[in-house]
């Protein structure tokens, strides 16, 4: 047994990218009002697969067609100004459309003029929008960039491929740098989330908020391993030792407190700063650990007896 389903999809996908690169060309609309190109709301291998067969088509064939970039884009935005001038059921798929197309041939959609359009089916996440123009403008069935609540800390994993932010809502996400894609949200804090670390082996990533506590994630499943209590006030700052073993925790009590990862357990408590204690960092060799304070010192303990060497 066999079918024809492939031959009739390629056909039809071809007889589309050809009419409708025709109809930019000429600046008769109807295919391009009528059909969504790509819907931005679909599966993320779906939407690629679409522009794969259906956007980098039409404008391979307009290139054919007027010989630059530069012309397509003035054909793209004279269909943009036809849509516009269309009642808001007639405008269709066009904006959106013409929108994804712009998108694809320029990378970015900065000051342009996307006024008083019924905008579908448009993907706009991960696009520079900066001075766009959206005034009086309908959006129906798009896709944006997920905003953040104010951002507090920030911290790259080791191998540089994700993000961690910490934020002002009491979450953390969790970023792929090169897809700019949202791997996940970890939700635990009761307020802001002051500071964030990946250990060493990129595996947890621990994570300290104005609760006054100390969360330890393990990175690839997103699971909260432990909470680690004891401060009486913010968190400021959390860094993991070299070997990723121990972590330290500093906060606006005026203490730090160094921790086993493995157990949660507390090993010792830090004391001498007058006021809030906001930063720590292990040296290299682990042996010492430094911390700053709002009360303008800086302290230096030696990690294995907790004693204060210098000030």
């Given at each position: 047994?066999?079918?024809?389903?492939?031959?009739?999809?390629?056909?039809?996908?071809?007889?589309?990218?050809?009419?409708?690169?025709?109809?930019?060309?000429?600046?008769?609309?109807?295919?391009?009002?009528?059909?969504?190109?790509?819907?931005?709301?679909?599966?993320?291998?779906?939407?690629?697969?679409?522009?794969?067969?259906?956007?980098?088509?039409?404008?391979?064939?307009?290139?054919?067609?007027?010989?630059?970039?530069?012309?397509?884009?003035?054909?793209?935005?004279?269909?943009?100004?036809?849509?516009?001038?269309?009642?808001?059921?007639?405008?269709?798929?066009?904006?959106?459309?013409?929108?994804?197309?712009?998108s694809q041939l320029r990378g970015m959609l900065r000051a342009?003029?996307?006024?008083?359009?019924?905008?579908?089916?448009?993907?706009?996440?991960?696009?520079?929008l900066q001075e766009a123009n959206f005034g009086a403008s309908?959006?129906?069935?798009?896709?944006?960039?997920?905003?953040?609540?104010?951002?507090?800390?920030?911290?790259?994993?080791?191998?540089?491929?994700?993000?961690?932010?910490?934020?002002?809502?009491?979450?953390?996400?969790?970023?792929?740098?090169?897809?700019?894609?949202?791997?996940?949200?970890?939700?635990?804090?009761?307020?802001?989330?002051?500071?964030?670390?990946?250990?060493?082996?990129?595996?947890?990533?621990?994570?300290?908020?104005?609760?006054?506590?100390?969360?330890?994630?393990?990175?690839?499943?997103?699971?909260?391993?432990?909470?680690?209590?004891?401060?009486?006030?913010?968190?400021?700052?959390?860094?993991?030792?070299?070997?990723?073993?121990?972590?330290?925790?500093?906060?606006?009590?005026?203490?730090?407190?160094?921790?086993?990862v493995s157990t949660g357990q507390c090993l010792t408590t830090?004391?001498?700063?007058?006021?809030?204690?906001?930063?720590?960092?292990?040296?290299?060799?682990?042996?010492?650990?430094?911390?700053?304070?709002?009360?303008?010192?800086?302290?230096?303990?030696?990690?294995?007896?907790?004693?204060?060497?210098?000030?």
């Amino acid at each position: 047994m066999f079918t024809l389903h492939p031959v009739v999809m390629e056909y039809v996908a071809e007889h589309l990218v050809e009419q409708v690169a025709q109809e930019i060309t000429t600046g008769t609309l109807e295919l391009l009002l009528s059909h969504c190109l790509m819907k931005a709301q679909a599966k993320e291998y779906v939407r690629h697969a679409q522009a794969e067969l259906m956007l980098k088509p039409v404008l391979a064939r307009l290139l054919t067609l007027l010989k630059s970039e530069q012309v397509i884009e003035q054909r793209l935005l004279h269909a943009l100004a036809t849509v516009r001038s269309r009642s808001w059921e007639e405008q269709g798929y066009g904006g959106g459309n013409v929108i994804n197309l712009l998108s694809q041939l320029r990378g970015m959609l900065r000051a342009y003029d996307f006024s008083q359009l019924r905008i579908r089916q448009a993907y706009l996440a991960g696009v520079e929008l900066q001075e766009a123009n959206f005034g009086a403008s309908r959006f129906e069935q798009c896709v944006f960039s997920e905003t953040f609540s104010s951002i507090y800390s920030m911290a790259f994993s080791p191998d540089g491929q994700c993000l961690a932010v910490g934020s002002a809502n009491g979450e953390v996400g969790v970023w792929q740098v090169a897809r700019w894609k949202q791997l996940m949200i970890l939700s635990g804090h009761l307020g802001w989330v002051w500071s964030v670390a990946f250990s060493p082996d990129g595996a947890r990533l621990a994570s300290g908020g104005d609760d006054g506590t100390v969360k330890l994630w393990e990175v690839s499943s997103g699971q909260c391993l432990t909470t680690l209590q004891g401060h009486t006030d913010w968190i400021r700052s959390v860094a993991f030792s070299p070997a990723g073993a121990r972590l330290a925790s500093s906060s606006e009590d005026g203490t730090v407190r160094l921790w086993e990862v493995s157990t949660g357990q507390c090993l010792t408590t830090l004391q001498g700063h007058a006021l809030w204690s906001t930063s720590a960092s292990f040296s290299p060799d682990r042996s010492r650990l430094a911390a700053g304070s709002h009360d303008r010192t800086v302290k230096l303990w030696e990690v294995s007896t907790g004693k204060c060497g210098v000030t």
